[in-house]
């Protein structure tokens, strides 16, 4: 049985990620839990999302959606 999330008024993909799952790059194993939702830029108070449990950790900080081997190492990590 899948656990589910209630949204809050305003929230996103990556900040539902980072409250659910601890860091923003689980956004898009949480996107391809709730394929009937991926319309939704920002959600309502109450959207409901399927939560399961995270089957492989992802590798690295950087969220799958940014291709880091086009960046520079100021852009990877500019605190560095």
Request: aromatic share 12%; glycine share 4%.
């Amino acid at each position: 049985m899948a656990a589910t999330y209630k949204a809050k008024q305003g929230q996103t993909w990556d900040e539902i990620a980072l409250e659910v799952y601890g860091n923003e790059v689980y956004a898009d194993f949480l996107m391809q839990n709730n394929y009937e939702l991926l319309d939704a830029l920002i959600f309502s108070a109450g959207d409901t999302l399927n939560t399961p449990e995270l089957i492989l950790p992802v590798e690295g900080d950087t969220p799958p959606w940014i291709d880091t081997e086009e960046l520079t190492e100021d852009e990877i990590d500019p605190y560095d």
